[in-house]
């Protein structure tokens, strides 16, 4: 049993054999998936997918490349609704990208602080998207209290100081394909650290493809390739490693299956 903690299975990059991408997941032993909206565009088509297939559940959220696009209090609202809905377990992917220069810092704080209160009041979990803004990131999430709720640092990459301020806020760590590349020393040096009860896997399906088909579309079967490298690396077997990702995401997200 396998889940696959953070995927974009709507993208328009599955448009042409979707049902096909989510058999093989099915066939390579995952058992669920977490599917994340994070703009206007995609949080109705992952609703569309968590309702339609039992085994996958909906992240929503406003991602920080987004930033600029968010009608804040309109948008913050429509979050708000949404996260009745049963199938919805997590506010997300939220955070800050200093990567892509598409909203302005000041703008990505704004709309992450705001989502931190959000997931406060409903308590609701929060996944995380940090890229090259490891120390504001966790400077916000401290200022915001976000250990009241905790979450999910989505595909890490930084520093095992990072990692453990984070896990001191209550957070799992998560790691997808990067952990299975030649050359993703401190990833695999993290995740030799994180504790084992605080560790979950994902691939970011279409995004960041594990060894052996890195530079082509990633999917969520490939999930049993981050697993094998994850196992290694603890030293564990691949059935005891997927036990306790699985069980550590269903205790994180709340899943009822």
Not at 38 to 43: A, G, M, P, Q, S
Not at 132 to 157: P, Q, Y
Not at 228 to 253: D, M, P, Q, V, Y
Request: some cysteine; glycine content about 6%; hydrophobic content about 40%.
């Amino acid at each position: 049993m396998l889940i696959d903690t953070h995927a974009h299975l709507d993208s328009s990059k599955f448009d042409n054999d979707r049902e096909d991408v989510i058999s093989r997941a099915r066939e390579a032993g995952v058992d669920t998936i977490v599917n994340i909206g994070f703009n206007r565009e995609t949080i109705p088509t992952t609703m569309a997918l968590a309702e339609k297939y039992p085994f996958i559940y909906a992240v929503v959220g406003w991602h920080p490349t987004d930033a600029i696009d968010m009608r804040l209090e309109e948008d913050l609202a429509w979050i708000e609704r949404l996260c009745s809905h049963p199938k919805v377990v997590a506010i997300g992917e939220i955070g800050l990208d200093y990567y892509w220069d598409t909203s302005p810092k000041d703008l990505q704080q704004v709309v992450f602080r705001e989502q931190i209160r959000l997931a406060r009041r409903l308590k609701k979990p929060i996944v995380i998207h940090n890229r090259d803004a490891h120390e504001d990131v966790v400077r916000l999430l401290k200022e915001e209290k976000a250990e009241e709720v905790g979450g999910i640092m989505h595909c890490f990459s930084g520093s095992w100081e990072t990692a453990k301020s984070c896990l001191d806020m209550n957070f799992h760590i998560s790691f997808g394909g990067p952990i299975t590349y030649k050359n993703a020393r401190v990833p695999k040096e993290v995740l030799e650290r994180v504790p084992i009860d605080r560790l979950l896997i994902e691939t970011d399906a279409p995004y960041l493809t594990p060894h052996p088909h890195r530079g082509k579309r990633n999917e969520s079967a490939y999930v049993r390739l981050v697993a094998e490298a994850a196992a290694e690396i603890k030293g564990i077997s691949l059935e005891e490693l997927g036990k306790i990702t699985s069980e550590n995401a269903k205790r994180r997200f709340g899943l009822t299956r």
